[in-house]
């Protein structure tokens, strides 16, 4: 609690310095200028105080055929087709500051991994890709038909 508290203080001290003079905008509003000893700011702290954290590295990722691994290292969730997860659950270690951005370039990265599978794939196999797009054609055209 006493790091709590000299937190405070702190970031009090910072805020009333001449360089953020120029930025600041009226007065203190939390926890309010009368809590100003220690108990009043240590009894602020426990009033408001809540953990605000992010459930990360919870899905295990395939370590080299690892048995208890949830998802494999293109976020693939084994034993489950065509699902992936893409969260800060299937890291193996949480980088530091707000998670957001990382899951955000890890979508990234998840999506084009699909599309160049996808694309490999209808190489591989341009021909059934044709028969099978011509065959949702004709099943659309029908479906609007009826």
């Not at 006493?2 to 926890?31: D, F, H, N």
């Not at 893409?86 to 890291?91: G, K, L, P, Q």
């Not at 899951?103 to 599309?115: F, H, P, Q």
């Amino acid at each position: 609690m006493e790091v709590a508290v000299q937190s405070v203080k702190q970031a009090r001290m910072i805020m009333q310095s001449k360089t953020m003079a120029p930025i600041v905008v009226g007065e203190e509003y939390l926890p309010c200028p009368s809590v100003q000893s220690d108990e009043q700011i240590a009894k602020y702290i426990k009033e408001i105080f809540f953990m605000n954290w992010h459930a990360a590295c919870t899905c295990k990722t395939d370590m080299v055929n690892d048995t208890l691994a949830v998802v494999d290292s293109k976020a693939r969730v084994i034993g489950v087709k065509n699902l992936r997860v893409a969260d800060v659950s299937a890291f193996t270690l949480l980088p530091p500051g707000h998670p957001t951005s990382t899951v955000y370039g890890l979508v990234e990265k998840i999506s084009a991994d699909i599309i160049e599978e996808r694309e490999r794939l209808r190489s591989l196999y341009a021909e059934c890709f044709e028969q099978v797009t011509r065959y949702n054609v004709i099943l659309d055209i029908s479906i609007i038909i009826y």
